[in-house]
Every structure is written in C-alpha cells, then in structure tokens.
C-alpha cells in the first residue's frame, strides 16, 4: 500500500519518501517557507537519529542525509532572508 505523500503530516512522517532529496523540499509550492522548515527539521531529525544507530553498530548500511538536509536548511533560511 502506497502513503499518500500529498498531506504535510505524510510529509513530516517520513520526508525521505515524499521527497527524492532534502533539496526538493524548497521546491514544494504546495508548502510555506514554515512548513518546509517543519519537513526539513523532521528529516534533519531522522538523519541523526540514523547517523546515531550506525555509530553504535546498529545500522542497516542506508546513507546519512545529514549534510544534505543541512545544506537545504541553510538555502531556506537563505531564500526567507532575502
């Protein structure tokens, strides 16, 4: 069964399967400059708690998105600024 990623909770939910990249947030019109904020923390959130597990051996071999979502964080608060 499919999640329908169309709903900001589902987004919140799980943001590494409503979006191919962190970058992709800031290309959601569907969201505000606060929701895409919200989405970002969440995935920001998922991908420590990942980085955390594989640090204590419990990983299951997925990449960390952490940078990524740090960068994305970064070009938000940018664009917002502006």
Known sequence: MDI?????????LNPSRAYTSPGHVLL?????WDQKRDVLAAW????????ESS???????EQSRLREVAIAQQQLAALVSD
């Open 28 to 32: 959601d019109s569907g969201l505000t």
């Open 55 to 61: 640090n204590e051996g419990m990983g299951g071999g």
């Open 44 to 51: 920001r959130l998922d991908a420590e708690r990942m980085a």
């Open 4 to 12: 329908d990623m169309s709903t900001l909770d589902q987004k919140m």
